[in-house]
């Protein structure tokens, strides 16, 4: 890691970050096909799921089935701002992004008491309440009929129609938003989060505040939620009950698993696969989404601790390669 | 007719379906606590059992008792099967990861089912009558008590099974201790396949019994299913009678709430007081037979 030298551990996730971006930023100029960049923002938009998602399930250990829920909170809200006030994207996001917060962090009061499967099913009641009131509370919501004419972001005069333009706001958002849980993920609260995750009671023993944590991994992951439901709100701009229901939590829950629970790039990885890969088998026609089921569970067979894992161990050894004495004097010097 | 015969009515209702959850759960239940596996794949189960009477009895026009045990019995070898193939594999892995198959799997019964019966779905004729008799000024509807006493005749039939056979008693060996089941000399991979076969059957039968009640179609297991691993939940999780238990108060919360309240909200009705009966009691409804917390 020479190129990175000079650099501290803390601003390496940094620089990563701003490659990223920068080379995916010329993905809009040599893919054209629209087709292509829907399927990018759609990415984008799983990524910040995804990613939230992990804090909850995969670094504090909390499963959770109804992450649709607080998708939907945010995109409703958004959407509802949006259009019986007319508040613009800037102030709807945000907006968005606290309310599904609140509605975590009201989840996250009956879970501090609940483990295991009996937490689980409390998020599953959750998702199930939600999508209920998303399909019978028709003045509001107009039921499964859903909402239109969300209208879509503009800074002045310049309007995130196109998806080539949308493209860009996702990559930033995502791009922000996951290097945040990167940091929290390798801060005082990340370690605190996997305390809880590991051994809640030699948590507690040692001074960690398990239910701060519990409460700021369901109030973080819902946050995240949230943000990524009011972005794809104002992408879609028609949004309907379908998209929020149990299906959908089980997807998002699929995309950290797949990926590699409790690792930040797993996620990443997940939420690409899960939103490519229907795409990449369109060829089978009806058979879609029966392959896809096939590679899900074969998936999980063969790579139980998900994609990640498989990436991790070519990198190691690759490392191992390139500079397998080099880390051996280095580990002698710590001893020394 | 007064609202105590509607209450009455409500209640036979909620019975009746209480009694079609309670079989899903109890499939639930013996799969989690033979094997420690949380099966999503419940619902669809139901639904495909349901899919595969109606082919029996309306296409091939076989009498409903031989299209139902043909369905079950088909069901069971599927379960078997896909037991082998994919959980029995990977037994070592943690619980999510396991989730996670049965998620898979739940996926591709939906698609498979879409494939062979389409996805519109179709009515299954009714069975036991759906002209309702007055006793009492109250109107039952005869398929009703037929539910409820199918039910209850097969969760005899599971209880005899369980608790009087020494292959009941092999399984529920495997269900408290695999370790010393398998030194004691039970074939413990041969358990766990009967277990998610019956586990299956189960939910097959339930969805067979019921499909005349209910117009079925490939997405109509998603619902059922997470009823079915709620109801097993609030039972506390693993315990046969408090499975039918939980079964039996969601039929019934389901129905009167429907009337009471409103139909639509129901399933938020049901979802409210189930996160309330977990906050006070978090073990589920009889952890406190159980005698051991988890």
Request: hydrophobic share 55%; proline share 3%; glycine share 12%.
């Amino acid at each position: 890691m020479k190129l990175l030298g000079n650099v501290t551990e803390n601003q390496r996730p940094l620089l990563w970050l701003l490659g990223t971006i920068v080379v995916l930023s010329f993905f809009p100029v040599f893919i054209k096909a629209t087709y292509w960049l829907h399927i990018s923002v759609i990415v984008g938009i799983y990524i910040i799921l995804a990613t939230g998602l992990n804090m909850l399930t995969g670094l504090t250990g909390l499963l959770s089935i109804g992450h649709a829920a607080f998708f939907g909170i945010g995109a409703y809200a958004s959407a509802l701002l949006a259009i019986k006030l007319n508040l613009s994207f800037w102030i709807t996001l945000p907006i968005a992004g606290i309310f599904t917060g609140f509605a975590g962090l009201l989840l996250s009061l009956p879970c501090l008491r609940l483990k295991g499967v009996y937490l689980t099913i409390t998020t599953i009641g959750f998702g199930q309440i939600i999508y209920t009131i998303f399909v019978e509370w028709r003045e509001m919501t107009k039921g499964p009929m859903g909402l239109t004419g969300v209208p879509s972001p503009k800074i002045g005069n310049f309007v995130f129609g196109s998806q080539g333009v949308y493209f860009y706001l996702v990559l930033v958002f995502a791009a922000l938003l996951v290097l945040i849980a990167w940091q929290i993920e390798h801060s005082v609260i990340g370690r605190g989060m996997k305390s809880v995750r590991d051994d809640e009671i030699a948590a507690e023993v040692s001074g960690v505040d398990s239910a701060f944590y519990k409460k700021f991994a369901f109030t973080f992951s819902a946050v995240y939620a949230g943000l990524a439901g009011s972005l794809y709100a104002h992408y879609f701009r028609f949004i309907s009950p379908d998209s929020f229901g149990p299906d959908f939590s089980t997807m998002v829950l699929m995309m950290i698993i797949i990926g590699g629970l409790g690792s930040i790039p797993g996620s990443i990885i997940g939420a690409v696969i899960v939103a490519i890969l229907p795409e990449a088998l369109r060829d089978f026609k009806s058979y879609q989404m029966i392959i896809y089921g096939l590679m899900l569970v074969v998936c999980m067979i063969f790579l139980p601790k998900g994609l990640v894992s498989v990436f991790g161990n070519i990198y190691e050894k690759i490392k191992y390669k390139l500079n397998g004495t080099k880390m051996k004097s280095e580990s002698t010097n710590i001893n020394n | 007719m007064g609202s105590l015969q509607i209450l009455i009515q409500q209640i036979i209702g909620g019975l009746a379906i209480g009694s079609m959850y309670a079989l899903v759960a109890l499939g639930c239940a013996l799969i989690f606590s033979g094997m420690k596996v949380v099966n999503w794949a419940q619902g669809e189960f139901y639904m495909i059992g349901a899919f595969t009477a109606l082919t029996a009895y309306v296409t091939w026009k076989w009498p409903f008792i031989f299209a139902f045990l043909f369905s079950v019995g088909v069901m069971f070898i599927v379960g078997t099967i896909v037991e082998k193939v994919t959980i029995d594999r990977v037994r070592e892995s943690d619980h999510l990861t396991l989730l996670m198959i049965t998620i898979g799997i739940s996926i591709f019964a939906k698609q498979v089912a879409i494939l062979i019966w389409s996805p519109i779905g179709a009515v299954f004729p009714t069975i036991f009558g759906d002209v309702p008799f007055q006793i009492w000024g109250v109107y039952i509807v005869p398929q009703n008590i037929y539910v409820m006493l199918i039910g209850i005749v097969l969760m005899i039939i599971l209880y005899v099974f369980l608790f009087r056979t020494k292959m009941g008693m092999a399984m529920r060996a495997v269900s408290q201790s695999r370790e010393i089941a398998g030194i004691m000399g039970v074939n413990t991979k041969k358990m766990d396949m009967l277990t998610f076969g019956i586990g299956i059957c189960l939910a097959a039968a339930a969805g067979i019994i019921m499909a005349p009640l209910t117009y079925i179609e490939p997405m109509m297991g998603v619902t059922v299913g997470i009823k079915g691993f709620v109801a097993a939940v609030i039972g506390g999780f693993g315990n046969l009678f408090g499975a039918v238990l939980g079964g039996i108060i969601i039929g019934i919360i389901e129905t009167t709430s429907a009337f009471f309240i409103s139909s639509g909200y129901k399933d938020a009705v049901v979802f409210s007081i189930l996160i309330v009966v977990l906050v006070f009691k978090p073990q589920g409804l009889l952890a406190f037979s159980k005698g051991k917390k988890n």
